[in-house]
């Protein structure tokens, strides 16, 4: 999966001044949502199904699809409980809240 998501090089994460590649998506999704758009489907990010990943080594992909992940469930942790959790933990309260609000019963997590 961390080799066809849409996601940010080690240069640009420290270039934007981010804590780490999840709050860089944070901040770039909340931001302008033309350049989040432009962002996803840029051809040094997007990714195909069967390409070569391009970008990071998929070892430091893994970890930024990781931050990702927790950066988000936090994001709603803190928007619906005002938590929040700066060392990247997430709470079985905070996960199931995020489960909750994010994926439907029977739609495979579709909305």
Known sequence: MCTLKALPTTAEV???GEAD???FML?????????????????????????EPRGEPVDVRV????????????????????????????TQTAMSSWVRHNLKKGTGGKK
């Not at 901040?27 to 390409?51: I, M, P, Q, R, Y």
């Not at 931050?67 to 994001?75: C, G, L």
């Open 14 to 16: 420290s270039a934007s």
């Open 21 to 23: 590649a999840g709050t």
């Open 27 to 51: 901040a770039l999704e909340h931001g302008d949502s033309a350049n989040f758009h432009a962002f996803l489907e840029d051809s040094k990010t997007h990714v195909e199904w069967g390409e």
């Open 63 to 90: 970890t930024y699809l990781l931050q990702m992940m927790f950066r988000k469930i936090d994001k709603h942790a803190h928007d619906h409980a005002g938590a929040s959790d700066a060392v990247l933990q997430v």
